[in-house]
């Protein structure tokens, strides 16, 4: 291995500092999770590492504000939003999806802006997120911005975050209706997925009927897509068995899909028309319910 700087800084500030953005070797660690298996496989070789551990503890809360939304520090710790009592009772979809991301070493250690700042797309917290409306503040030299978690990504292990810029908070807006994230995988729960998808509604659970939706698909393309036309079909619809069926079709039809080691281009665009229905009916069985 080559040799590299281990640096601990004990602000934000300072971290932001200690970064370059013309310098690739020049990377921010947040639990390190992802940075120690590119290391591992070779594909990174950094000159510096900045790691996060000591900075302010602020960025390590999880709050809710005073308008209701959810306000998680960039430090932390997927395990511990997972276990939050405020996550559980007014964001059950996000500590649902959390029981299944990797493994409870991994969820242990792993932050969430580190999470999101590698913008791998077998993730499963980007797709989840991006359907309900979070976003990220983004600090760097020149101050803080705003930007939507739906926007974070631009393709494969790439964001628009720039090198010496980090995420210090996320926010989510308070779940207002039933939501749900299916995961397929083709080995173990806690398995990478060939296909994830996330679902948000606004809807009457007793009747069945749907006012809106906002879907988002993960693993089957370069980042979190939004299906369009799905959302439209389901806009003002009854979530019966052939309403379900024809947004599963207009989402298999609207994308394109992207086969990997875990699914060919053809059985993820399946299991997109199969899935889609489940997660829309599984999302109206959760409705009221914590986690």
């Known amino acids: 291995m080559v040799p590299f700087e281990f640096l601990v800084p ?7 500092a200690l970064l370059d953005p013309d310098d690739p070797g020049i990377r921010p660690v947040g639990g390190g999770t992802a940075i120690m298996l590119m290391m591992k496989a070779g594909v990174l070789a950094p000159t510096r590492l900045v790691s996060l551990q000591r900075i302010e503890p602020r960025w390590s809360e999880i709050r809710v504000d005073a308008a209701g939304a959810l306000v998680i520090g960039g430090r932390t710790r997927l395990a511990a939003l997972e276990h939050h009592p405020e996550v559980r009772r007014g964001w059950p979809v996000l500590a649902r999806t959390l029981r299944t991301l990797s493994n409870v070493r991994v969820r242990s250690v792993a932050t969430i802006g580190g999470n999101l ?23 760097g030299p020149n101050g803080r911005r705003t930007v939507a978690v739906a926007d974070l990504c631009t393709g494969y292990f790439e964001t628009v975050l720039a090198r010496d810029e980090l995420i210090c908070e996320v926010t989510v807006p308070p779940q207002r209706g039933p939501a749900s994230y299916m995961k397929v995988t083709t080995r173990a729960a806690h398995d990478w997925p060939a296909l994830g998808l996330a679902v948000a509604l606004d809807a009457d659970a007793a009747a069945g009927t749907i006012r809106s939706a906002s879907i988002y698909i993960g693993a089957a393309t370069d980042r979190p897509t939004r299906l369009v036309a799905a959302e439209a079909l389901l806009a003002g619809a009854s979530a019966d068995d052939a309403t379900l069926r024809r947004a599963g079709e207009a989402a298999a039809a609207e994308i394109d899909i992207v086969g990997d080691p875990h699914g060919s281009a053809p059985y993820k665009c399946h299991l997109l028309r199969v899935t889609l229905g489940r997660a829309v009916r599984n999302a109206l069985a959760h409705a009221g319910r914590v986690a």
């Open 117 to 139: 700042a590698h913008a791998d797309p077998h993730l499963d917290l980007p797709p989840v997120l991006s359907a309900l409306g979070a976003s990220v503040t983004v600090v």
């Open 10 to 16: 004990d602000t934000l500030d300072e971290a932001v």
